[in-house]
T-cell receptor, first 111, second 115 residues
Framework: GQQLNQSPQSMFIQEGEDVSMNCTSS?????WLWYKQDPGEGPVLLIA?????ELTSNGRLTAQFGITRKDSFLNISASIPSDVGIYFC???????????FGQGTTLQVKP | DAGVTQSPTHLIKTRGQQVTLRCSPK?????VSWYQQALGQEPQFIFQ???????QRGNFPDRFSGHQFPNYSSELNVNALLLGDSALYLC??????????????FGSGTRLTVV
């Protein structure tokens, strides 16, 4: 079945540092989504990407839809303590189809 | 504008019992999907409902069933509960179209514990 490989699995960084995480797949997706999940809560959508090569920003977050449609990355600039959480990428073959999730990146920020 | 609401928030059941979880989609959304998230894992797709019919299904046994009502709300039913069914059950709603107004929006989930 379809699988997404997300890396790194975890990151422990200093406040103010930039963060980068990425997802790769053997399958093509038409949509890439990035979510953040806090403990005991549902995932919250951060950025949605719909076109190959698309680069989208949301505040300090920037994400790109890979040109091959098989990968995506998320950058967080100038990290702050509230960035702590688990970040998931998700691929979608159609804009209402099921999501395939990466394994998640756990981010910890040291003040 | 209410987002996706799920009930109950927590539930404890005994092995062999049956459970029903409920979901109300975000306003303007007509498609509801259910996911199971085991502790420390990523969400796994169970099934999706659109126009009151199951449109897609993941690799889950028939013990997992669902329903969508005319107002787009949905229920997830699990029969003959196993210990391994303990997880956070997430409901997500969406609607055809692009952008964050249409894209998958998740509820806070129902934490099911089977003892």
């Amino acid at each position: 079945g379809q699988q997404l490989n997300q890396s790194p699995q975890s990151m422990f960084i200093q406040e103010g540092e930039d963060v980068s995480m990425n997802c790769t797949s053997s399958s093509i997706f038409n949509t890439w989504l990035w979510y953040k999940q806090d403990p005991g809560e549902g995932p919250v959508l951060l950025i949605a990407l719909y076109k190959a090569g698309e680069l989208t920003s949301n505040g300090r977050l920037t994400a790109q839809f890979g040109i091959t449609r098989k990968d995506s990355f998320l950058n967080i600039s100038a990290s702050i303590p509230s960035d702590v959480g688990i970040y998931f990428c998700a691929g979608q073959s159609s804009n209402t189809g099921k999501l395939i999730f990466g394994q998640g990146t756990t981010l910890q920020v040291k003040p | 504008d209410a987002g996706v609401t799920q009930s109950p928030t927590h539930l404890i059941k005994t092995r062999g019992q049956q459970v029903t979880l409920r979901c109300s989609p975000k306003s303007g959304h007509d498609t509801v999907s259910w996911y199971q998230q085991a502790l420390g894992q990523e969400p796994q797709f169970i099934f999706q409902y659109y126009e009151e019919e199951e449109r897609q299904r993941g690799n889950f046994p028939d013990r997992f069933s669902g329903h969508q009502f005319p107002n787009y709300s949905s229920e997830l039913n699990v029969n003959a509960l196993l210990l391994g069914d303990s997880a956070l059950y997430l409901c997500a709603s969406s609607s055809p179209g692009q952008g964050v107004n249409y894209g998958y929006t998740f509820g806070s989930g129902t934490r099911l514990t089977v003892v």
